[in-house]
C-alpha cells in the first residue's frame, strides 16, 4: 500500500511526502489498515520490565517478556510492527 499516493481518494488526508506515525488520527490509522497495525510499548507488570503489543486503536493484545518476542508475535500473526518509546 502506497500511503503517498494521491490516486487512491482514501488517502486525502494523509500529507503529501510521508508522515510521522506518532502523530496520525484514528481516522488516518484506519487508513493505514487497523488490522494490519500494532505497536509495542515497554512497560513495567508486577515489578518487571516487559512488552505490551497494542492494536492500532491502543487495544490491548498481549504482553511479551523481551522486545524481540513481542516483533515476533506481531510478524507472525502478518501485521505490522511500530515500536513506542
Known amino acids: 500500500m502506497n ?3 494521491t490516486e ?3 488517502n486525502a488526508n494523509l500529507p503529501q511526502g510521508g ?3 506518532r502523530h496520525m488520527s484514528v481516522e488516518q490509522l484506519a487508513q493505514l489498515g487497523l488490522a494490519k497495525l500494532a ?3 515497554p ?3 508486577n515489578g518487571s520490565a516487559g512488552f505490551a503489543i497494542h492494536a492500532a486503536d491502543g487495544t490491548p493484545m498481549a504482553v511479551a517478556a523481551d522486545r524481540e518476542v513481542a516483533i515476533a508475535a506481531i510478524l ?3 501485521m505490522i ?5
Do not use: M, R
Not at 510492527?81 to 518509546?85: G, K, R, S, T
Open 39 to 41: 505497536y509495542v510499548k
Open 43 to 45: 512497560i513495567e507488570l
Open 76 to 78: 507472525q500473526h502478518e
Open 3 to 5: 500511503v503517498n499516493s
Open 19 to 21: 508522515f510521522d506515525i
Open 8 to 10: 487512491d481518494p482514501g
Open 81 to 85: 510492527p511500530a515500536l513506542v518509546h
